[in-house]
């Protein structure tokens, strides 16, 4: 792991850029004399490490006391994509314009991007948890599909918290009954591109006894800002 830049932002935090062979990331830790817990945080369907929304939360994170890190995996972000992984793209492009059913296209876009970040995702944690500053245990946060993926392979994963906003392929839904570390999924209950009865199901699909569903009104976009104080206090009981 090399880092490339940081800069001490204004409630202490330190932001660093970091590369990992081909991948890019971010890490966020906060001032503190002891190794802290660490947040694994990825943002939904191949979506840029850089969105606005996923550094807010990066930062408000690690200035709770958690080392928070992102990186843009294979197929995301900036880093190329496949001509396979374009064309599935534009046919779901002009299939949304058109109307047209677009389930089984989602699954030949999200399916591939779950399988390629997860090896990365997990090259990514082997390297955080050598650094001094991290301790663990560690949680996750963020784009479900892939966050049950990782659950259910990677043991050092002890919480996840789930937005229910991006499409679950077949492969994820089938695997949701391994889930058995603590989770904690935020549903917006008008999501516009999320069958709410489909995230309901899943929530119940999960395996862990101890699951929590926190749904506020609104569309994709509409999470409210008190969703992050839930989010912090779940983490809060299971890494602290």
Request: proline letters at 7%; hydrophobic letters at 40%; one cysteine or more.
């Amino acid at each position: 792991m090399r880092f490339t830049s940081e800069q001490r932002l204004d409630d202490g935090v330190l932001e660093r850029e970091f590369t990992l062979g081909e991948i890019p990331g971010t890490l966020w830790t906060p001032e503190s004399a002891a190794p802290v817990p660490l947040i694994l945080m990825a943002h939904n369907n191949g979506l840029p490490k850089s969105l606005a929304r996923l550094v807010a939360r990066g930062r408000y994170t690690a200035a709770h006391g958690y080392a928070v890190a992102t990186i843009d995996a294979v197929g995301c972000g900036d880093r190329p994509r496949s001509a396979a992984d374009e064309q599935a793209r534009t046919e779901l492009r002009r299939a949304m314009q058109a109307g047209e059913p677009v389930d089984e296209i989602f699954e030949s876009v999200v399916g591939p991007l779950v399988e390629n970040a997860v090896p990365e995702w997990r090259t990514t944690l082997d390297a955080l948890l050598a650094l001094p500053e991290i301790g663990g245990p560690v949680g996750y946060s963020g784009w479900m599909a892939l966050g049950i993926r990782l659950a259910v392979v990677e043991p050092r994963i002890a919480a996840a918290g789930f937005f229910a906003g991006g499409f679950v392929p077949r492969a994820q839904r089938e695997e949701a009954p391994q889930v058995t570390s603590p989770v904690l999924v935020l549903l917006q209950w008008d999501d516009e591109g999320n069958p709410r009865q489909r995230a309901l199901d899943l929530f119940d699909a999960f395996g862990t006894k101890e699951k929590t569903l926190l749904a506020n009104m609104g569309g994709h976009t509409g999470t409210p800002w008190f969703a992050g104080e839930d989010a912090i206090r779940f983490f809060g009981r299971h890494l602290k």
